[in-house]
């Protein structure tokens, strides 16, 4: 399997069925381009300053808890965990939308249209 079906099977499940996409070319691209609009404003206007400090009271909630409550100490760093992925898939989204247009060079369908 290429990088480019990878992605596009991981990171847009539901638009793709064993490597085909569901829509036209242009459809996905715009969906692509969306989802990495929406991750970089959201992430750029709130998840950025709110993960800080959800992460920081976390860390203060752990360092206060007693050593010998191990299963409350790892529900806490587990918590972290699945923050931490979150960011990680929202900036996979920011990321990918930005580099649409490298990841598929070919010329959309109406372009073709238009120069013929």
């Given amino acids: ?3 480019k ?7 847009f499940l539901p638009l793709f069925v064993h490597g085909k996409p569901n829509k036209s070319r242009k459809e996905l691209k715009n969906v692509f381009a969306y989802k990495g609009e929406f991750a970089r404003t959201e992430r750029d206007a709130f998840y950025d300053e709110a993960y800080g400090e959800i992460l920081f009271d976390l860390f203060i909630q752990w360092v206060q808890s007693p050593v010998d409550e191990a299963e409350h ?3 806490l760093y587990r918590q972290a965990l699945a923050l931490g992925s979150v960011k990680e898939k929202m ?3 920011e990321m990918f939308g930005k580099n649409l247009a490298y990841l598929d060079p070919e010329p ?3 372009e073709e249209e238009n120069d013929g």
């Fill in 108 to 110: 959309e369908e109406d």
């Fill in 73 to 75: 100490r790892e529900h």
């Fill in 91 to 93: 900036i996979n989204y």
């Fill in 5 to 11: 079906t990878y992605i596009k099977e991981n990171f």
């Fill in 1 to 3: 399997m290429d990088i």
